[in-house]
Structure formats: structure tokens, C-alpha cells
């Protein structure tokens, strides 16, 4: 059986990222939570839907609920915490062998 290889993403939760294409085109927010396998991200108050939810034990009254949906990552571009503007990331070593992000507009280390 072949072995998968492991994904490496170049956003991870906690940043702050700008979606570039979409509905919701020219919104910031902050990673919430990152879904590898999907190549997809939860961002806060971007990609908000209705999810309409039955009446329940715990919720009677049921109704319609906001939450935010996974967007794409190939939809946002990290901002650069720095300058405040988007860029694009890169991955090197460092001289201990550490893997680092950087800016490659910049070139300064995220």
C-alpha cells in the first residue's frame, strides 16, 4: 500500500488572511480552525450561512442558525503581519534545518 503523503499547508489557524475571490471578496478575519484533508479553512465572519436546524429536546423552538462555512484555501492569501497587506508564502530552513515561513514580496519571516 502506497504511504500518503502528509499535506503542507502554508496558512495555519490563528493568522489573519484576506479572501481574494468569491462572494465574500475583500473581507479579513482570522483562521479559526484549518481542514487538511479538504484543503479548506473556517474564517471568522467570512462564509456565513443560515443553517435552518428542527425543533429538538435541547432546542424546542428549533429556527435557523449563522455560521460561518469552509472556504477554500486556494480562495484567501495570508496577510503579512508587518506590512498588513496580502502576500504570497514560502517555506524555508533555517540554518538549524527548522522549517520557516516567509513573505516572498518582503522576504521576512512570518
Known sequence: MAKLKKKKLKIKSGDTVKVVSGNDKGKT?????????????????????TKHVKPSAQNPEGGRNKQEAPIHISNVMLVNPATGEPTKVGRRKDDKGKIQRYSKATGELI
Open 29 to 49: 478575519g482570522k483562521v479559526t480552525s484549518v481542514l487538511v484533508t479538504e484543503d479548506k479553512l473556517l474564517v471568522e465572519d467570512v462564509n456565513v450561512v
